[in-house]
């Protein structure tokens, strides 16, 4: 397992900045929705991703994260209520 901190540092050392949009606490997980950019896929692409991350809430470890298009899922909110409410399905 990798820690929460360990995998940012790990995306925003290849230039990845990370904007926190929700964060919830279920039962012993820690939900946590992103916006994800960087200059190259923003500027060359017109790429914006969003992120979800499912950790442990105590020891902080990811356990599993799911990254897409913004254009898959225009509205991240529902894509994320998606998956707390049914378990990270890809």
Excluded: C
């Amino acid at each position: 397992m990798v820690s929460y901190q360990h995998f940012r540092k790990w995306w925003e050392n290849d230039g990845f900045q990370f904007i926190e949009l929700e964060s919830r606490e279920q039962d012993k997980l820690l939900w946590k929705l992103f916006h994800v950019t960087s200059p190259y896929m923003t500027e060359d692409y017109g790429r914006h991703l969003v992120m979800i991350l499912v950790m442990d809430k105590e020891t902080n470890e990811i356990l599993a994260h799911d990254v897409q298009n913004q254009d898959v899922w225009p509205n991240e909110k529902e894509w994320f209520e998606r998956h707390v409410r049914d378990g990270l399905t890809i």
